[in-house]
């Protein structure tokens, strides 16, 4: 039985207007990239909020632009450690329909757990294989020398998800770390609510997905989507665009998907199209 989950509500007056706006200031970001590669991180962030902006109008991410606005996104975030793991010299990558030369920043500040989850989603949303293998080839001491303050279980959740795209055994030891650090009696997790709504529900998820239990992923699916709905619905978080789009849901139901379980959830924040790959393979990306 499919269960329905309605977003929360989103003003739409300026929408369009606003859109515009943060898509020319999204352009001259990525354009000026090749003069100053250590602007990846503002760009990642932006790009991607221009990205689930875009489902505000279309939610089911059928329009060509919602697409291209993604796969930029997914750009730029697989751009940001490729130049993260780079030294020295310059790097080859394609951004918004072009191949840019970028040079290569070393880590840096952006360059953390945090926004290595958000690029490995994005690529697997976009299906984009060989994205996902470079970064899972991305070691996890170099998210650490960002220098940025995360809980350990993060990393550990990092490496459960590089074990499992390259079919590493200690998938199940890192996976069960990962969940472990989440839990409400830790006293090392800095954000307990967001770790509670935002970051667990996705490991349950994925945890049903590996072990192939249909009826457990969909339930675990179902929750997520609820937690995130209940987060971003209060006053102080109902009016950004980040939640507007479910984002780590969404890559582990386009891994489940791909893998023929049946999804038994539609919602706004899972947009369809990307959910069923509609476009990958359409267009060179």
């Given at each position: 039985m499919t269960v329905t989950i309605s977003r929360h509500p989103f003003p739409t007056e300026n929408a369009a207007a606003g859109l515009s706006v943060l898509e020319n200031s999204t352009e001259s970001l990525i354009d000026g990239l090749e003069v100053d590669s250590t602007r990846l991180g503002d760009a990642f962030q932006l790009s991607l909020t221009l990205a689930k902006s875009r489902c505000l109008l279309d939610p089911e991410a059928s329009n060509l632009s919602t697409w291209q606005a993604w796969v930029n996104a997914m750009q730029v975030g697989s751009a940001t450690f490729v130049a993260t793991m780079a030294r020295e010299g310059e790097i080859r990558c394609r951004i918004a329909e072009k191949e840019r030369v970028l040079e290569a920043t070393g880590p840096q500040r952006y360059s953390n757990p945090g926004s290595w989850l958000t690029a490995f989603y994005l690529a697997v949303i976009c299906r984009e294989k060989d994205r996902l293998t470079t970064l899972c080839h991305v070691p996890v001491s170099l998210l650490r020398e960002s220098g940025a303050p995360y809980d350990e279980f993060v990393y550990s959740w990092v490496e459960a998800l590089q074990a499992y795209w390259l079919g590493s055994p200690d998938l199940g030891a890192k996976l069960v770390a990962a969940i472990d650090g989440t839990a409400?009696?830790?006293?090392?997790?800095?954000?307990?609510?967001?770790?509670?709504?935002?970051?667990?529900?996705?490991?349950?998820?994925?945890?049903?997905?590996?072990?192939?239990?249909?009826?457990?992923?969909?339930?675990?699916?179902?929750?997520?989507?609820?937690?995130?709905?209940?987060?971003?619905?209060?006053?102080?978080?109902?009016?950004?665009?980040?939640?507007?789009?479910a984002l780590a849901p969404l890559a582990m139901a386009c891994l489940a998907y791909d893998a023929s379980f049946p999804i038994e959830v539609e919602s706004e924040y899972l947009p369809i199209a990307l959910l069923e790959r509609d476009w990958p393979g359409e267009f060179p990306t």
């Open positions: 409400p009696q830790n006293p090392h997790i800095s954000d307990p609510e967001t770790t509670a709504k935002i970051l667990y529900p996705p490991m349950e998820v994925f945890h049903r997905l590996v072990r192939e239990n249909h009826a457990g992923f969909n339930r675990a699916l179902t929750e997520s989507i609820e937690w995130h709905k209940e987060y971003w619905s209060t006053e102080d978080n109902a009016l950004q665009a980040t939640g507007l789009v």
